[in-house]
């Protein structure tokens, strides 16, 4: 299969001068796209040339500039702009590609660093042209890298059909909120590092540090704090409840979140609420419902709790919940999503339990929708205790914990005959953020670190022990004899976004998974399995590490009439009042 490059740059051709070589259907398409993007497009045609009918028009107009001459070579270095040479700035080539003029203008081109392309002929061409969704600031390209025959253009289409409504505003917006943000908390500061505001948009995946928590005070974290919340913000919010962003929700949002002390307010967001939509009526008779969403796919989910979801009239969410399991939520439903950013999740899980409480004394069924399983490090039996020692006892529902079926979806067996017979699962974040002190070493034991990936590097230190030390991004170890630590070859894997189409596994050592992950970047939520069940079945081939792309899904495991069947019969019937 041949290796195609990633996509690296979107470019500004405001006022640049664009070359068609040609006067066919395809030469007025790409004079379109220029005239698109704000470019200047110049056809070049031989004298005689018959012109097509709408480059013909643009011609007529003025919008496109036509020169009757046959090729020279000095048309690439005399027809551009003045601020760079005359040199064009790109060059269409719309002749058949067998005509051997084609090659003498991509060598060229080559040669003066000008991009080419041409028609029919991949190998001659430096760049290819994007199918391009636009809305506002949201730009989404699409190639088959000349492959696809307008396959694009229809993944294009069924990309965009799934986008909320809006959306670009929404991005807008947002951007809105990131400007305000450093115009009040970096503005101030004399000596301002750059790099607080830089960060790299359109990243694969999250800096490393993405989760770390935030304790400090002062400057420092005036300058970093709400940037850092709104990153978190564009992570895991639902699309639609961005795009619904409006201009009254900024000043909302950016009151909420402030520098050094964020102010919770005990109504909702408007961010978390979708305004555009009824409200669900109370039920007659509170009910609280503590729920598990499981590991992410809403394929995942128990039956109880998809039913408790149609049921809900008003749903308390945990950030991590993925948006196509919140996108089951009745839209007349009021949401909340858990503020549980760096730095605030005490008061964040308080905000949570007033706006619970207030709901069930006016009569609400109240939906607390946790990620994986309610007991399993999600607080559930903090919150039991809460509102039973406020009179109202909560139903709990149990979810898929991601600690068993992550490690599953990576092809990791918790237990193992033979390598593994026990499994552990611990948290990386204690009470108040503490770092929690890790297990000793069992060569037979299967261990999983929840909540851990922020503080990665401490933890495999303290692991490992207090000999280890980094050299090349490597942890080195000398063992004690008669220690708990872990030998450095111990075999692990961090698991991201289990069960989402975006799942990814990286394989490693306690060696080297910290500069795995300095490397690869951060796509949270994820989980740290270690122990040699991470090795039964897949390996890392020799590799200091090994990352894996996507997840397959469960459309094998029923035709799709019958998922529909599914869905219908787990819907509940609409009442008059709420309908």
């Known amino acids: 299969?041949?290796?195609?490059?990633?996509?690296?740059?979107?470019?500004?051709?405001?006022?640049?001068?664009?070359?068609?070589?040609?006067?066919?259907?395809?030469?007025?398409?790409?004079?379109?796209?220029?005239?698109?993007?704000?470019?200047?497009?110049?056809?070049?045609?031989?004298?005689?040339?018959?012109?097509?009918?709408?480059?013909?028009?643009?011609?007529?107009?003025?919008?496109?500039?036509?020169?009757?001459?046959?090729?020279?070579?000095?048309?690439?270095?005399?027809?551009?702009?003045?601020?760079?040479?005359?040199?064009?700035?790109?060059?269409?080539?719309?002749?058949?590609?067998?005509?051997?003029?084609?090659?003498?203008?991509?060598?060229?081109?080559?040669?003066?660093?000008?991009?080419?392309?041409?028609?029919?002929?991949?190998?001659?061409?430096?760049?290819?042209?994007?199918?391009?969704?636009?809305?506002?600031?949201?730009?989404?390209?699409?190639?088959?890298?000349?492959?696809?025959?307008?396959?694009?253009?229809?993944?294009?289409?069924?990309?965009?059909?799934?986008?909320?409504?809006?959306?670009?505003?929404?991005?807008?917006?947002?951007?809105?909120?990131?400007?305000?943000?450093?115009?009040?908390?970096?503005?101030?500061?004399?000596?301002?590092?750059?790099?607080?505001?830089?960060?790299?948009?359109?990243?694969?995946?999250?800096k490393s540090n993405f989760n770390q928590l935030v304790t400090e005070t002062g400057h420092d974290a005036a300058k970093t704090r709400r940037m850092r919340w709104l990153s978190q913000i564009c992570e895991y919010w639902p699309l639609r409840r961005l795009a619904a962003i409006s201009e009254d929700d900024i000043?909302?949002?950016?009151?909420?979140?402030?520098?050094?002390?964020?102010?919770?307010?005990?109504?909702?967001?408007?961010?978390?609420?979708?305004?555009?939509?009824?409200?669900?009526?109370?039920?007659?008779?509170?009910?609280?419902?503590?729920?598990?969403?499981?590991?992410?796919?809403?394929?995942?989910?128990?039956?109880?709790?998809?039913?408790?979801?149609?049921?809900?009239?008003?749903?308390?969410?945990?950030?991590?919940?993925?948006?196509?399991?919140?996108?089951?939520?009745?839209?007349?439903?009021?949401?909340?999503?858990?503020?549980?950013?760096?730095?605030?999740?005490?008061?964040?899980?308080?905000?949570?339990?007033?706006?619970?409480?207030?709901?069930?004394?006016?009569?609400?069924?109240?939906?607390?929708?946790?990620?994986?399983?309610?007991?399993?490090?999600?607080?559930?039996?903090?919150?039991?205790?809460?509102?039973?020692d406020h009179g109202f006892e909560p139903m709990v529902l149990p979810g898929i914990t991601s600690s068993l079926s992550a490690p599953m979806f990576a092809q990791i067996p918790a237990t193992q005959r033979g390598a593994t017979d026990q499994v552990l699962i611990c948290t990386g974040t204690g009470r108040k953020g503490a770092a929690p002190k890790p297990p000793p070493y069992v060569k037979t034991q299967t261990v999983v670190f929840l909540m851990a990936l922020h503080r990665l590097e401490d933890l495999i230190r303290s692991m490992i022990g207090p000999a280890s030390s980094t050299k090349d991004g490597q942890i080195e170890q000398t063992l004690l004899t008669g220690t708990d630590h872990w030998p450095a070859e111990t075999p692990c894997a961090v698991i991201e976004r289990a069960s989402c189409p975006d799942q990814r596994v990286i394989r490693s050592t306690l060696r080297d998974i910290v500069a795995a992950i300095e490397e690869e970047g951060s796509r949270p939520p994820g989980l740290l399995a270690v122990g040699w069940s991470c090795e039964v079945l897949r390996g890392r081939e020799g590799s200091r590490w090994m990352v894996e792309d996507g997840f397959a899904g469960f459309s094998e495991l029923l035709p799709q009439a019958d998922l529909r069947l599914l869905d219908s019969q787990l819907e509940e019937p609409q009442t008059e009042a709420a309908a």
């Open 1 to 206: 299969m041949i290796n195609h490059p990633p996509l690296l740059t979107s470019h500004d051709a405001s006022g640049h001068v664009h070359l068609v070589i040609g006067s066919n259907s395809l030469a007025s398409a790409r004079c379109s796209r220029s005239l698109d993007v704000g470019a200047q497009p110049i056809v070049l045609t031989p004298p005689g040339t018959d012109l097509h009918y709408g480059l013909q028009k643009k011609i007529e107009d003025g919008s496109v500039k036509l020169i009757k001459q046959n090729f020279d070579d000095a048309d690439l270095t005399s027809m551009g702009r003045a601020e760079v040479d005359h040199v064009v700035d790109a060059v269409f080539v719309t002749l058949s590609s067998k005509n051997p003029i084609c090659a003498q203008i991509s060598k060229l081109c080559r040669r003066l660093r000008i991009p080419v392309n041409m028609v029919d002929s991949p190998n001659l061409c430096t760049f290819s042209l994007l199918t391009t969704h636009s809305d506002g600031p949201l730009q989404i390209g699409i190639t088959t890298s000349g492959k696809g025959c307008k396959l694009a253009s229809r993944i294009k289409r069924e990309i965009a059909s799934v986008l909320p409504p809006n959306l670009g505003q929404g991005v807008e917006r947002l951007g809105t909120i990131r400007r305000r943000i450093w115009e009040e908390d970096h503005r101030s500061y004399e000596a301002l590092d750059s790099s607080v505001l830089a960060s790299d948009d359109e990243g694969s995946a999250q």
């Open 251 to 388: 000043s909302s949002i950016l009151q909420s979140y402030t520098s050094l002390q964020p102010h919770l307010s005990q109504e909702l967001s408007p961010l978390n609420r979708d305004s555009s939509q009824g409200t669900s009526l109370p039920s007659k008779k509170p009910l609280i419902i503590l729920a598990g969403s499981g590991p992410g796919s809403p394929d995942l989910l128990t039956i109880a709790t998809h039913r408790a979801i149609k049921a809900a009239t008003f749903i308390l969410a945990d950030k991590l919940v993925p948006a196509p399991v919140l996108d089951l939520i009745p839209r007349r439903t009021p949401v909340h999503i858990a503020r549980k950013f760096p730095g605030n999740a005490e008061a964040a899980q308080e905000e949570l339990l007033s706006l619970g409480l207030n709901a069930l004394k006016q009569g609400h069924t109240v939906l607390r929708l946790k990620q994986g399983d309610p007991y399993i490090y999600g607080r559930g039996g903090e919150e039991y205790l809460y509102f039973r």
